[in-house]
T-cell receptor, first 115, second 111 residues
């Protein structure tokens, strides 16, 4: 069975500081990995995804994530936080053993950005 | 381009009343469709998914049900709501690249 662990349910950074949101996964087959962002009372918006190929993936709003198979990690980073980045972020893994039909989500990390 | 709609956006219902939430997708054919729930302070819980008309799989036993009467329509229902049904309900569709795209959600409050 797959699982996703997001370390830190709440992360606080200052505006302009590095953002690092951690995600570790377990999967019995090569995973597809996703990061989504959710603003209050809105649906989830896809930030970026890793399927195959280059392990450093760039997404929207200046975010990127690196797939590290040896560490079973897919951490999300952004060099400089903006106030508008304050939101909840979800990491997810898609199990290709089931034809990619199912996503398993982490518990989410709420990012707070201080002025 | 594809779009996904959910309605209503918000709903306040008394305990024991029925429920019907609707999700429709435009710009794609025969998508996989999903219903998720976010309870307060908790992550996303997959409730149902559908790979085609009339085909529904349930992930969690509860007093909710789902139906897919048309290719791009997915409905979440209940005959009698419980307090614990309160939450934020999200519909999603899966693209050919195995990416799920989410609708704007429905905020349900059961009083």
């Amino acid at each position: 069975a797959q699982s996703v662990t997001q370390l830190g349910s709440h992360v606080s950074v200052s505006e302009g500081a590095l953002v690092l949101l951690r995600c570790n996964y377990s999967s019995s087959v090569p995973p597809y990995l996703f990061w989504y962002v959710q603003y209050p009372n809105q649906g989830l918006q896809l930030l970026l995804k890793y399927t195959t190929g280059a392990t450093l993936v760039k997404g929207i709003n200046g975010f990127e994530a690196e797939f590290k198979k040896s560490e079973t990690s897919f951490h999300l980073t952004k060099p400089s936080a903006h106030m508008s980045d304050a939101a909840e972020y979800f990491c997810a893994v898609s199990d290709q053993a089931w034809g990619g039909n199912m996503l398993t989500f982490g518990g989410g990390t709420r990012l707070m950005v201080k002025p | 381009s594809q779009t996904i709609h959910q309605w209503p956006a918000t709903l306040v219902q008394p305990v024991g009343s029925p429920l019907s939430l609707e999700c429709t997708v435009e710009g794609t054919s025969n998508p996989n469709l999903y219903w998720y729930r976010q309870a307060a302070g908790r992550g996303l819980q997959l409730l149902f998914y559908s790979v085609g008309i009339g085909q529904i799989s349930s992930e969690v036993p509860q007093n909710l049900s789902a139906s897919r009467p048309q290719d791009r329509q997915f409905i979440l229902s209940s005959k009698k709501l419980l307090l614990s049904d309160s939450g934020f309900y999200l519909c999603a569709w899966k693209s050919s690249t195995d990416t799920q795209y989410f609708g704007p959600g429905t905020r349900l409050t059961v009083l």
